[in-house]
Nanobody, 124 residues
Framework: QVQLVESGGGLVQPGGSLRLSCAAS????????MGWFRQAPGKEREFVAT????????NSADSVKGRFTISRDNAKNTVYLQMMSLKPEDTAIYYC?????????????????WGQGTQVTVSS
């Protein structure tokens, strides 16, 4: 198993930026693609971004494309989500997840380990 701990959430004004981090421990970090998902109050969990095991390929939801960037540092066993030009509709709990394969996926069912989540609130 892998343990995932997110950090970096908080309150930010519209148009602001945040960087989320997810530190992994346990199974070999490079054996897994990583992903970020989010869940807003009263809504289902939705895919945000994913990155393959090496960091050479990423994929993101249309709603965040051009604003959010996923990256990973395999030497530090950490995955990041850089969020820019934040909007109120980005308000949600953000979850980091480790995939069962080395290749990224938009499907939550492809991820078997999840962090506890970190709250992001975009409000003036």
């Amino acid at each position: 198993q892998v343990q995932l701990v997110e950090s970096g959430g908080g309150l930010v004004q519209p148009g602001g930026s945040l960087r989320l981090s997810c530190a992994a421990s346990g199974r070999t970090f490079t054996s897994s693609a990583m992903g970020w998902f989010r869940q807003a109050p009263g809504k289902e969990r939705e895919f945000v971004a994913t990155i393959n095991w090496s960091g050479s390929r990423t994929n993101s939801a249309d709603s965040v494309k051009g604003r959010f960037t996923i990256s990973r540092d395999n030497a530090k066993n950490t995955v990041y989500l850089q969020m820019m030009s934040l909007k109120p509709e980005d308000t949600a709990i953000y979850y980091c997840a480790a995939a069962m394969s080395r290749y990224g996926s938009r499907e939550a069912s492809e991820y078997d380990q999840w962090g506890q989540g970190t709250q992001v609130t975009v409000s003036s």
